[in-house]
């Protein structure tokens, strides 16, 4: 598949931006770099970075840009990234975050940013049923009538809910994306960056409007 590209991915918490993430990583040939599950790692390591992050995350908060910054730019500077492009999840997640990322990628800026939009509403309830592997981090939705709720169908391992999905924590982080995330739309779209994509749909009608938007970006 071609590469090349460098891809912003936008949207709510909820909104399907992992899992549509990792099948155009796949698809193009780039590094799916997910931001949360940097900071889970870091997290699950328990340092003291790990530590703060942890609170943070649990507290429904964003961690501070300097932090966020720092980890993207070190990422984004690895040979895979460099050479082939890179799919980012989760950042920026601020303006003066994509303020400091235009110009740590001023000589290869980002091809296209997607704003994949699904409603307040429609996320509050995909995360309040959320659940996550704790060995291979498989994100699944309950449904009430899982056979087996708590075991990973992909490696076995056991499936728990994350302590930042609960209802209070999942309405913090929303409010904090409409106040602080949601301007980014209007940013990027002022740089002609912006390409809204409805994330309403099956996976692979989700995934044919990403994949042509990411076409068409390419090609302009």
Known sequence: MPNGIRVIMLGRQGAGKGTQCRRLADHYGVPH???GEMLRAAVRQDSVVG???????????LVDDAMMIS??????????????GYLLDGFPRTVAQAESFDEITAARPVTVVVDLVVERDLVLDRLSARRTCENCEANYVSTGN?????TCDSCGGAVRQRADDTPEAI?????????????????YRSRNKLVAVDGLGTPDEVFARLQRAVETARNA
């Open 33 to 35: 770099i997910s931001t």
């Open 51 to 61: 530590r703060a992050v942890k609170a943070v995350l649990d507290a429904g908060k």
């Open 71 to 84: 980890l993207v730019q070190g990422r984004i500077g690895q040979e895979d990234a460099r050479v082939a």
């Open 146 to 150: 899982d056979p087996n709720p708590w």
């Open 171 to 187: 309405n913090r982080r929303l409010d904090l994306y409409d106040s602080q995330t949601a301007p980014l739309v209007d940013y």
